[in-house]
């Protein structure tokens, strides 16, 4: 009778270890979704943010129509981007014309005096560290993730409960070269 009892008491053991680890889990998993969906939260926010500065800045510089023209279509697609590679390269287009932007209000002395374009040039500072944050977290969270699910014991039942990699958010290619300005 007393034979059965370690047997038994190792598979409950092993049962509730699998519970935990799955539970676990689930838990990385949804902070991986939470870190992903600040990281939008911010983008968000800048996408919301530019249209108002276009516009600013439009009123003082209108013949620099396709540097708004780029803003524009960057925005958009930022705004239609379905997956992280998608939004990554969305959002380093979208730099790229915002940091040509910005080199309008260096040319143009008028505008770095409007105090309505000063504001929103802060805000839209503010809104680009507040976004390198959360990508920051959402790596973190991409990396503790993925490191529990590639590690013993976790790596035997996290294929099997259908836990899989994820993707980190990542710069584009080029993301060390300056933006060409040209006027």
């Known amino acids: 009778m007393k034979k059965w009892i370690v047997p038994v008491g ?3 053991l092993l049962v509730v270890m699998m519970i935990s680890g799955y539970n676990n889990l689930v838990r990385t ?3 991986v979704n939470g870190s992903w969906s600040q990281v939008q939260n911010q983008l968000q926010r800048r996408a919301d943010l530019i249209p108002n500065l276009v516009e600013t800045v439009k009123g003082y510089a209108s013949q620099e129509k396709e540097v708004f023209t780029a803003v524009a279509e960057a925005r ?3 705004a239609g981007a379905a997956t992280v590679g998608d939004a990554a390269q969305a959002d380093q287009a979208l ?3 915002l940091g040509r932007l910005l080199a309008i209000s260096e040319s ?3 505008l770095k005096s409007d105090a309505n374009f000063r504001t929103l040039q802060d805000e839209l500072a503010g809104t680009e560290n507040r976004i390198a944050t959360a ?3 959402y790596n973190n969270s991409v990396e503790s993730y993925n490191a529990k699910i590639k590690t013993a014991p976790t790596v035997l039942y996290a294929g099997i409960f259908g836990f899989e990699q994820r ?3 990542k710069p584009n290619t080029n993301v060390n070269n300056v933006p060409a300005v040209n006027f």
């Open 10 to 12: 190792i598979i409950v």
């Open 29 to 31: 998993s949804e902070s």
């Open 76 to 78: 958009a697609k930022l």
């Open 95 to 97: 730099t790229g014309a």
């Open 108 to 110: 143009y002395p008028q």
């Open 135 to 137: 990508r920051m977290d």
């Open 167 to 169: 993707d980190y958010f």
